[in-house]
C-alpha cells in the first residue's frame, strides 16, 4: 500500500531511491560514447559492443555521427544495474536493481547547447578525462556548466591503457585546473599495456580483469599486490581526513574516537559529493574493458536520485515575485520541463523530465507560457533511435512526447489547477554566420520548412531574413555545426542548398555616453504623427546586454507610449551604425520628451525612440567588437615553431607554452576570423600530427584596419 509520506506511485517499476539520472560529459574525443557503450553492454541493454571508430555504436545513431566518430546529438538510453559487490552502501537490499537514464553528450563545442540543455535536467554527471591529455579545454567549459547547475559528479579518468598515460597527474590537474576537490576512490593498477585492474580504495581490495576475456566481464577480487599496499592505505587515509572535515557524522567519530567503518566513509562521501564538496575518481580505460562495472557501482553509491536535489524551483506566471516548488513525489501535482525538441519521422519529438507528479497516455499538460493546455497523444521511452511505448510516467523520469505542438525548449509542461515556470536552461550567442538559399525555386518552401524545424530543435541556431538583401542568414556556433546542419537539411529534408561564405558574427557597441534627441512630426492632412524622446545612452559591462531606466517625469511622455519608446530602443540596437552589426551592452535612460494630444500614437514614439538612439550612437564613439576563441595546440615539439609562426600571423596572443608527454602544448586566444580554414592548415603544417581545439572567449574591439576593411564591404555606413 502507498503510504501517504511515500513519494513513490505502487505502479512504478522502480522506486525513486533506484532511480538515477546521470550524464557523461567531456571534453571531444575523451571517450564518453564508448564508455556509454560498455555501460550498456555490462546492463545487458546490448548484447555485442559497438565500437565508434566502426560506426556503430549505439547512442551514435545518427549518420553524421558514424561517419565523422562524433557526437552531435544528446542520446538518452534507460538500462538497469544490479550491483555487485557483498556490502550495499544504500541498504537497496543487495542485488535489487538499479534504473539508470543516461544521457551521451557530444564533446565539440560547436554542440555546447547539447550539453547546456542536458545538465539543467540531470541529477549527477560522470565528467571524463582522458589519462594522457588530462583536463582540456572543453573539458573545463563542461565543469563550469555543470557548476551552473549545482551538479554533482563522479571523474573518470579513461584511456589508462595509452601509451603517456598518468592517473596521478589527472588527479592533479582536476585540483589545479578545476579547483575540484577531487579524490580517487578506485585507482588503476598499471597503465598503458600493463593496465591490469584497479584497487578499490575504501574496501582495500584489488580487483584484476582476466586477460582471457577481452570483454571484460570476468574479474577476481584480491589481496593488493605488497608493492601496492602502502599507496592505498595512504588514499585510504587521504580520504578519511576529506570526510573528517566535510561530514559532521564523521568529524562527530573522530572527535569522540569511534571506530569509523567503510559503510560509515562511503555514506559521508556520498553526502559530500551530492553537496558538491568532493568530487570521487575512478581510473580505468573503457575500450579495453577495465573498470566500468566499478565506475557503475560508484554511480549508484555516490551520485544523486530524484530524491537526493532540492525540489526543482519555479516562478508563479501569476505573481513572478513568488518561488513556488516542484517536489519529488509521484501523488504532488504534474510539473515538467521540455528540454529538447527532436523531429523524425513520426513528427515532433518533445523530451522531458518530470519533477513531480505522473503523466499518462491522453492526459492533458499545460503551458504557461502560451496559457494552452494540450493533449498528450503518446509517450515514449528512448533507447537512442529506438523507441517504446509507455503507459505512465513518473517523478524522476526522463521520456518523450509525442502530439503536443507549440512548445519550445525550455517550456515548463503542468497541470493548470497548480501552474509553476521552471527555470528554463540558457543558452550561448552564435559567433557564425552565413547567406543560403535553395538550389531551386521548388526548394523554397522545403527549406524554410527545414530551417524552422531545426531551429526549433537547436536553441544557439539562428535563422533571420537580411533586410537590406532579402537574403536568408543562418547562424550557429561553429563551421561545423552550420555544416552538419547544411548536411541534414539535405539527407533528412531532401533540399539542395547553397551556401555563402561562413560571416562572422561582430557586434557594435559605444565607448562613451551621448545624449540623443529624436522628433517624429508630421502632418498630411487628417490625424498627423507626433512624438518626441530625449535619451541618454552609457556603455555597459561588456555582456550586460542592454538595461534600460525610465527616468521621465510630469508626465511629459504619457504612461501609455514609455513602452512603444524601449521597444523603439531595442528595434534600434539591431544595426549599427559603422557596419549594420547588431549593438550590445548599452545602458539607455529614457530623460524626457513630449506629445501631442491627437498626433501622438504608439508607432510615432517607437520611431522618435529609435531616431533618439541613432542621434545619440552618432555621438557615442561607435566600436566594432569581433569573437575571440580560447586555442589549444597539442603538436609534437618539432612542429612548435611552425604552428606559433601561423597563430601569430592570424592575430594571436600566446598565453602559455607546456611540454607534456614529448608534445608541445600551446594555448593562444585567437580572432574567429583568423581561423576559418584552421583544420587544415594545421594537417598541413604538422604532417597530420597536432590538433586543436577551440572555445568561444569573449568579445574585443576590431583593430581599425579591419574595421576599414569591413565597412568597405558593407558600403558605408546606412545612416
Not at 565508434?52 to 557526437?71: F, K, S
Not at 513518473?394 to 509542461?413: H, P
Not at 557597441?509 to 508630421?522: C, D, H, Q, V, Y
Not at 580572432?671 to 604538422?686: K, V
Request: hydrophobic share 35%.
Amino acid at each position: 500500500m502507498n503510504m501517504p509520506n511515500n513519494p513513490n506511485s505502487p505502479k512504478r517499476s522502480y522506486p525513486l531511491e533506484r532511480t538515477r539520472n546521470i550524464g557523461i560529459a567531456a571534453h571531444i574525443d575523451a571517450g564518453k560514447t564508448t564508455l556509454t557503450e560498455r555501460i550498456l553492454f555490462y546492463t545487458g541493454m546490448i548484447h555485442r559492443i559497438g565500437e565508434v571508430h566502426d560506426g556503430n555504436a549505439t547512442t551514435d545513431w545518427m549518420e553524421q555521427e558514424q561517419e565523422r566518430g562524433i557526437t552531435i546529438t544528446s542520446a538518452a538510453v534507460s538500462c538497469v544495474w544490479k550491483q555487485q559487490k557483498e556490502a550495499d552502501v544504500l541498504k537497496l537490499n543487495e542485488g535489487q536493481n538499479i534504473r539508470v537514464n543516461i544521457i551521451d553528450t557530444p564533446g565539440h563545442v560547436d554542440f555546447t547547447a547539447e550539453v547546456e540543455r542536458s545538465l539543467r535536467v540531470l541529477d549527477g554527471a560522470i565528467a571524463v578525462f582522458c589519462g594522457v591529455a588530462g583536463v582540456q579545454p572543453q573539458s573545463e567549459t563542461v565543469w563550469r556548466q555543470a557548476n551552473k547547475y549545482s551538479v554533482p559528479r563522479i571523474a573518470f579518468i579513461n584511456k589508462m591503457d595509452r601509451v603517456g598515460a598518468d592517473f596521478d597527474h589527472a588527479v592533479q590537474d582536476l585540483r589545479e585546473k578545476l579547483g575540484a576537490n577531487a579524490w580517487p576512490v578506485l585507482i588503476p593498477i598499471g597503465a598503458e599495456e600493463d593496465l591490469r585492474g584497479q584497487i578499490d580504495v575504501l574496501n582495500q581490495r584489488a580487483v584484476i580483469y582476466r586477460d582471457d576475456d577481452v570483454l571484460g566481464s570476468t574479474y577476481s577480487l584480491e589481496e593488493i599486490p605488497g608493492e601496492l599496499k602502502e599507496s592505498a592505505q595512504a588514499a585510504l587515509d587521504a580520504i578519511r581526513e576529506q570526510m573528517v572535515d566535510l561530514d559532521e557524522e564523521v568529524g562527530l567519530k573522530f572527535l569522540e574516537e569511534e571506530e569509523i567503518t567503510t559503510e560509515d566513509l562511503k555514506r559521508a562521501i556520498r553526502r559530500a559529493t551530492i553537496a558538491n564538496k568532493f568530487v570521487p575518481v575512478v581510473g580505468g580505460s573503457a575500450f579495453k574493458n577495465k573498470g566500468v562495472q566499478y565506475l557503475l557501482d560508484a554511480v549508484v553509491d555516490y551520485l544523486p536520485g530524484p530524491l537526493d536535489i532540492p525540489p526543482a524551483e519555479g516562478l508563479d506566471p501569476s505573481d513572478e515575485s513568488k518561488t513556488l516548488h516542484a517536489v519529488t513525489n509521484d501523488n504532488e501535482p504534474f510539473c515538467a520541463l521540455a528540454f529538447k525538441l527532436w523531429s523524425d519521422k513520426f513528427g515532433k519529438l518533445v523530451f522531458f523530465r518530470v519533477y513531480s507528479g505522473s503523466i499518462s497516455k491522453g492526459d492533458q499538460v499545460y503551458n504557461p507560457r502560451t496559457r494552452r493546455k494540450e493533449r498528450v497523444g503518446r509517450l515514449i521511452q528512448i533507447q537512442a533511435d529506438r523507441q517504446k511505448d509507455i503507459d505512465t510516467c513518473y517523478a524522476g523520469d526522463i521520456a518523450a512526447l509525442v502530439g503536443v505542438k507549440n512548445v519550445v525548449t525550455g517550456d515548463t509542461l503542468c497541470e493548470q489547477r497548480r501552474e509553476l515556470m521552471l527555470e528554463p536552461p540558457s543558452f550561448p550567442e552564435p559567433v557564425i554566420s552565413m547567406a543560403i538559399e535553395p538550389r531551386t525555386t521548388a526548394d523554397q518552401e522545403k527549406m524554410a520548412t527545414a530551417l524552422q524545424r531545426l531551429s526549433d530543435e537547436d536553441p544557439t541556431f539562428v535563422v533571420k531574413t537580411d533586410e537590406e538583401t532579402g537574403q536568408t542568414i543562418i547562424s550557429g556556433m561553429g563551421e561545423l555545426h552550420l555544416e552538419i546542419l547544411k548536411d541534414r537539411m539535405k539527407r533528412e529534408f531532401k533540399v539542395e542548398a547553397n551556401a555563402g561564405k561562413p560571416q562572422i558574427a561582430y557586434r557594435e557597441t559605444i565607448t562613451k555616453p551621448a545624449r540623443g534627441e529624436g522628433l517624429l512630426k508630421k502632418q498630411t492632412g487628417g490625424k498627423g504623427q507626433y512624438g518626441h524622446v530625449v535619451l541618454h545612452v552609457t556603455p555597459n559591462d561588456r555582456g550586460k546586454g542592454l538595461t534600460t531606466e525610465n527616468k521621465v517625469v510630469g508626465g511629459n511622455i504619457p504612461k501609455e507610449f514609455i513602452n512603444p519608446c524601449f521597444t523603439g530602443i531595442k528595434e534600434s540596437m539591431m544595426n549599427g551604425i559603422i557596419a549594420g552589426y547588431p549593438v550590445v551592452d548599452l545602458h539607455v535612460e529614457l530623460l524626457d520628451g513630449s506629445s501631442h494630444e491627437v498626433d501622438s500614437s504608439e508607432q510615432a514614439f517607437k520611431m522618435a525612440a529609435i531616431f533618439a538612439m541613432r542621434d545619440a550612437y552618432k555621438k557615442a564613439e561607435g566600436i566594432m567588437l569581433e569573437p575571440v576563441m580560447s586555442v589549444e595546440v597539442s603538436c609534437p615539439d618539432e612542429y612548435q615553431g611552425d604552428i606559433m609562426g601561423d597563430l601569430n600571423r592570424r592575430r594571436a596572443r600566446i598565453s602559455s607554452i607546456d611540454t607534456r608527454n614529448n608534445l608541445s602544448v600551446v594555448k593562444a586566444e585567437v580572432p574567429l576570423a583568423e581561423m576559418f580554414g584552421y583544420a587544415t592548415a594545421i594537417r598541413s603544417l604538422s604532417r597530420g600530427r597536432a590538433d586543436y581545439s577551440m572555445l568561444p572567449s569573449r568579445f574585443e574591439p576590431v583593430p581599425q584596419a579591419v574595421v576599414d576593411q569591413i565597412t568597405e564591404q558593407y558600403g558605408g555606413s546606412s545612416y
